[in-house]
């Protein structure tokens, strides 16, 4: 297969492993903002954490598949999110706040943007860039 081929498809297979973790990341939001009424940026901070566990398990094997060390590809990702998390966190809470009054949900739609264009870059070429197709026989 070629490597225009094989890119194509690790770019879909991402896409839709990053559906499903988005699908992941608004369901728990709703039930942390909507149901227990947590404040936007607490929603916003637990529901990132499920949703970024569940894409990594998912992209390391079926993706990138990947036979590097899992600790350290999760501290690398773990450092993206040291930056993304607070970053990301703060916005929410400044664009949602009495201020500037968004929508929650149009905040929660452009941060999962921004977040699943930088993520790829970031896991493509720093986490699994060296490592692709290893796990394959």
């Known amino acids: 297969m070629s490597d225009k081929k094989k890119e194509l498809i690790r770019t879909i297979k991402f896409v839709l492993f990053s559906i499903s973790a988005g699908v992941i990341e608004i369901a728990s939001y709703a039930v942390f903002f909507d149901l227990i009424h947590f404040e936007e940026w607490l929603a916003h ?5 499920l949703s970024v566990l569940w894409n990594f398990t998912l992209n390391r094997k079926f993706t990138f598949c990947s036979a590097n060390n899992v600790p350290i590809a999760m501290l ?3 450092g993206f999110y040291l930056l993304f998390t607070p970053l990301s966190t703060w916005w929410t809470a400044v664009l949602t706040g009495a201020r500037v009054g968004w929508n929650a949900y149009a905040v929660l739609a452009m941060t999962m943007l921004i ?3 930088t993520e790829y870059l970031f896991d493509r070429f720093f986490v699994f860039g060296k490592s692709i197709d290893s796990a394959k026989k």
Not at 45 to 49: F, I, P, Y
């Open 45 to 49: 901070l637990l529901s990132l954490v």
């Open 76 to 78: 690398k990702v773990a």
């Open 115 to 117: 977040n699943f264009i």
